[in-house]
């Protein structure tokens, strides 16, 4: 199934530590960054609109947590070490398909994460409602 690139408005920075809330009933979002606030502050924004969220901050435990939790979505940071957004894009779509929308405050970094098969694209900063609003889409775009 084709899916629409798409680019956003967004806000975020990085950390490192992995959190995990599931729920068979809803929705899950891998939500990668290692700045641990924009985590929190994802986490919190998207726990309201209804989503499991399951944060990652490092792209070896994002990776770990696709095979693990089987989550839905993810939403993925490039600027991390010592593995980036861009390393974590390309290992995952060797095995999957989940829609993954990329943040990053550098524009210059959007055309490479589209190459490597990123779903949609958000500017940090970014409004979290706009975030949700995508979320849906990308999944609507699966069924």
Known sequence: MARERRKLDSTSEPN????????????????????????????????????????????????????????????????????????????????????VIVMTAHSSAVSEALKLGASAFLNKPFDPDRLVREIKFLLSQRK
């Open 16 to 99: 490192s530590e992995t959190t995990q809330q599931l729920s068979d009933s809803k929705t899950s979002v891998l939500v990668v960054d290692d700045d641990i606030r924009i985590l929190n502050f994802i986490r919190v924004s998207l726990g309201n609109a209804g989503y499991d969220v399951i944060t990652a901050t490092g792209g070896r435990d994002a990776l770990n947590l696709v095979d693990s939790a089987k989550p839905d979505v993810m939403v993925l940071d490039l600027v991390m070490s010592p593995i980036d957004g861009f390393e974590v894009l390309e290992k995952l779509r060797k095995t999957s398909d989940m829609p």
